[in-house]
């Protein structure tokens, strides 16, 4: 069973990017996804979740209309997409997948997720 986030690198302010989680091992469709980032110096924090039954939670009011979620069930995969990218987004980027809960729970906490992959690191800068 392995969660892997990747996509990241270097962008240019208002840039865009799209961050795939890819799964083997088990189905994200049966999972709630979530993505979280820690900044340098800072904690980890909770960004945007898709709950099993494909609700969307974001959890940073500055990233609606930035960062959209969407799943990909042929291809086993969750993508961050994101634009207008700011340098304040640069981060390291991960994903966690949960399905012990109800169709529609998503969480900003990411010790309540069961499945956690490495991070992806994303730069914003010119």
């Known amino acids: 069973v392995q969660l892997q986030a990747s996509g990241g690198g270097l962008v240019q302010p208002g840039g865009s990017l799209r961050l795939s989680c890819a799964a083997s091992?088990?189905?994200?469709?049966?999972?709630?996804i979530g993505w979280f980032r820690q900044a340098p110096g800072k904690e980890r924090e909770g960004i945007l979740c898709?709950?099993?039954?494909?609700?969307?939670?974001y959890y940073t009011d500055s990233l609606k209309g930035r960062f959209t979620i969407s799943r990909d069930n042929a291809k086993n995969t969750v993508y961050l997409q994101m634009i207008s990218l700011k340098p304040e987004d640069t981060a390291v980027y991960y994903c966690?997948?949960?399905?012990?809960?109800?169709?529609?729970?998503?969480?900003?906490?990411?010790?309540?997720?069961?499945?956690w992959g490495q991070g992806t690191k994303v730069t914003v800068s010119s």
């Open positions: 966690a997948a949960e399905r012990r809960r109800g169709g529609g729970w998503c969480s900003p906490f990411f010790h309540e997720y069961e499945y």
């Open positions: 091992g088990f189905t994200l469709d049966y999972y709630a």
């Open positions: 898709i709950s099993r039954s494909d609700g969307y939670t």
